[in-house]
């Protein structure tokens, strides 16, 4: 569960059954930090039927400004970054409504963003079920450009989950 000191809530979002999901980080001092998507009950208690516990550890997202979106089907698409340790690429992960990785999606229920933006932070799923993930291109230090500074970038993901032809910055 979330530490009350060393973690909290970046999103949340509420199934049409009125169950609560949300995503978040627990983390210890001077430790590396858990992404977790979780899921209450109506009663505000974890949900035993969403993965272990009400609990699902995100392995792939290293960055707090992560953020989810609800498929009318029940899936949950979880949004953020790899890290920079891991390149800084961003990356979407989607697990059915029982809190598995979903294996229709990308490989094994991911997709990394190849080009574009290095951190996710907004979703929206369009009419034709396609999704559109916003996040921002970050400086590399290497390249003199002062850390303060990002542009904005805008992705439009196709239904197999590939960046299209529109991709890129806006």
């Known amino acids: 569960m979330l530490s009350s000191r060393h973690g909290g809530l970046t999103a949340v979002a509420v199934e049409p059954d009125g169950k609560i999901v949300a995503l978040g980080r627990s983390g210890q001092p001077m430790g590396p930090p858990t992404v977790l998507v979780l899921r209450f009950t109506t009663g505000g208690q974890l949900d035993p039927g969403f993965g272990q516990g009400g609990q699902v550890p995100v392995d792939s997202l290293a ?100 960046a299209s032809a529109r991709a890129g910055r806006c």
């Open 63 to 162: 960055d707090v400004s992560s953020t989810l979106l609800l498929q009318p089907d029940g899936k949950i698409v979880v949004a953020g970054d790899l890290g920079f340790a891991a390149g800084g690429r961003a990356v979407l992960v989607r697990y059915t409504g029982d809190g598995a990785l979903d294996p229709g999606f990308g490989t094994g229920g991911e997709v990394t963003v190849s080009e574009g933006p290095e951190n996710l932070s907004a979703l929206a799923l369009e009419p034709d079920g396609k999704l559109v993930a916003a996040g921002m291109i970050l400086p590399d230090p290497s390249e003199g450009v002062p850390a303060p500074s990002s542009s904005p970038a805008m992705p439009r993901m196709g239904v197999q989950t590939r």
